[in-house]
């Protein structure tokens, strides 16, 4: 728009300047004219009251120079109003089609500024709704993980875990360790007694422990 408004103004000063020397130059010859005209009127109408002679030849060949002057300054002022005519109507036809071209970039700009405007509204929605959708992923996220620690812990509450080869043979072993010195403890105690009583009877005494 900034180009084409110094465009016009560069057209628009021309204009004026040849409107100007046109105008005076329509001017001048008209004025021109008017005097010539005037002054062969006056010399054609003195010769025509009663009693005058017959104009000399001089005076004839002065009239038809004259006659030859006017229709010349008559083309030149025709040429003079066509030239004005013609600048007149590209001037117009020149503001018209700034005016035009301005409107449209006009309603082409004002609608480059609303786009501009609305997708930066879209924008801002946008962040501000990723920023909720992040937010509610960073809570699901703490709860999921919540819930997940709490059914381990209930997992090991509730779900018996099946033990390995090892784990059986160590229970056993330490099964039979326990059984081995259960044994050790009650001949220890079988022995004693026998001491204490001798020639009791064994039986008796196992069954009385």
Request: net charge negative.
């Amino acid at each position: 728009q900034a180009e084409l408004d110094k465009l016009r103004g560069e057209t628009n000063s021309e204009y004026e300047v040849a409107k100007s020397e046109l105008e005076q130059g329509l001017e001048g010859v008209r004025k021109a004219l008017s005097v010539l005209r005037d002054y062969y009127a006056s010399e054609g109408a003195a010769l025509l009251q009663d009693g005058q002679p017959a104009p000399p030849e001089k005076h004839s060949k002065a009239s038809g120079a004259g006659s030859g002057i006017i229709g010349l300054l008559e083309v030149v002022e025709s040429d003079f109003a066509k030239n004005l005519a013609s600048e007149e109507t590209e001037e117009d036809d020149a503001q018209a089609d700034y005016e035009k071209t301005t409107q449209i970039n006009k309603v082409t700009r004002a609608g480059k500024e609303k786009d501009v405007e609305y997708k930066r509204k879209e924008s801002v929605s946008l962040d501000k709704t990723a920023a909720e959708e992040s937010r509610d992923r960073d809570t699901l996220s703490t709860e999921l993980a919540a819930v997940d620690e709490y059914f381990a812990r209930v997992k090991d509450r509730c779900v018996a875990k099946p033990e390995t080869y090892a784990e059986r043979a160590g229970r056993r072993e330490a099964e039979i360790q326990g059984l081995k010195q259960a044994l050790s403890v009650l001949e220890d105690e079988v022995a004693l007694v026998q001491k204490k009583r001798k020639g009791g009877n064994f039986r008796g005494t196992l069954a009385a422990y």
